[in-house]
């Protein structure tokens, strides 16, 4: 009989470089949890030498397919979504490299907390060698989901299940991760474990930078969702959030600087002379 393996990692790929695409699948090849199946699909990659690369690798639990036509990335994840047969779903991306002991960890704690639906991790950057943290406790990743991801998704690990719940959607491509994310807010909690289990490569080609203006409109459309469907909880997260501005003379001087948090203003002049300080209205 088969046996389902424990994880599923999901790995779309498009004309990725022959390096980065080498680096990231033997990365998980490399696991010290080895009971996975990697799932590559190649949404229609117009570069040939793709295939080639992932073809080369003879390992059983590398398992690949081809998109008869496009898809998109929104598209491709929910492809391999249905392809996966484990009990967890690992993200990762064609690009990145996950650290050897990254599966372990996530299905460890996963395992021993099982009303965690999403968990994530700290991340390095390549280039930089920036160390990437996010918030790590449910309560505190939730609040910070109002405004913005507090999950990589590229680092994260679901239960197979929370697709159930929700999916990848093409009208919030390219920030349908912090769509998911959002979708799944009442529906689990989340946790970042507070290690590095994952290398981010951050170049001049990724999403965020191509598509960095329509990510912010995407993402401003998923906070207003978010409010409409979870009134409390954004409430909650006004409550708690620090939210600074500032007014410059002539682009460049420092006249105004006003802080706010919960129902608390304070103004400063040229950041440096108090001018007044107060209870606010929240505005939701």
């Given at each position: 009989m088969y046996k389902h393996p424990t994880v599923s990692v999901l790995m779309p790929v498009y004309n990725t470089q022959e390096s980065h695409l080498r680096e990231a699948i033997e990365s998980i090849l490399k696991?010290?949890?080895?009971?996975?199946?990697?799932?590559?699909?190649?949404?229609?990659?117009?570069?040939?030498n793709v295939e080639r690369v992932v073809l080369s690798y003879q390992d059983k639990r590398v398992k690949y397919e081809k998109n008869e036509r496009n898809l998109g990335i929104s598209g491709?994840?929910?492809?391999?979504?249905?392809?996966?047969?484990?009990?967890?779903?690992?993200?990762?991306?064609?690009?990145?490299?996950?650290?050897?002991?990254?599966?372990?960890?996530?299905?460890?704690?996963?395992?021993q907390n099982p009303d965690i639906g999403v968990v994530g991790s700290f991340a390095h950057e390549l280039l930089s060698?920036?160390?990437?943290t996010q918030p790590v406790e449910d309560e505190d990743i939730k609040a910070a989901m109002i405004f913005r991801s507090s999950i990589f998704h590229p680092a994260a690990m679901l239960r197979r299940s929370m697709f159930k719940l929700a999916e990848y959607e093409e009208t919030y491509?390219?920030?349908?991760?912090?769509?998911l994310w959002c979708r799944?807010?009442?529906?689990t909690r989340f946790h970042n474990i507070p290690e590095i289990l994952f290398a981010y490569r951050n170049h001049k080609n990724n999403t965020s930078h191509l598509q960095k203006r329509r990510t912010a409109e995407v993402s401003e459309r998923i906070?207003?969702?978010?409010?409409?469907e979870n009134p409390e909880l954004y409430a909650e997260a006004l409550e708690r959030a620090t939210v600074t501005t500032r007014v410059s003379l002539f682009g460049f001087l420092p006249f105004?600087?006003?802080?706010?948090?919960?129902?608390?203003?304070?103004?400063k002049l040229f950041n440096c002379i108090p001018l007044w300080t107060g209870k606010t209205k929240t505005i939701v």
């Open positions: 696991q010290t949890h080895t009971d996975f199946e990697l799932l590559i699909l190649n949404d229609c990659s117009t570069d040939p491709s994840r929910n492809k391999l979504v249905r392809m996966a047969r484990g009990k967890y779903v690992a993200v990762m991306d064609h690009d990145d490299v996950s650290l050897p002991g990254r599966l372990a960890a996530q299905v460890a704690y996963l395992e060698g920036k160390t990437l491509t390219p920030a349908e991760d912090y769509a799944l807010l009442p529906h906070r207003g969702f978010v409010k409409r105004l600087t006003c802080t706010r948090k919960g129902g608390r203003c304070s103004c």
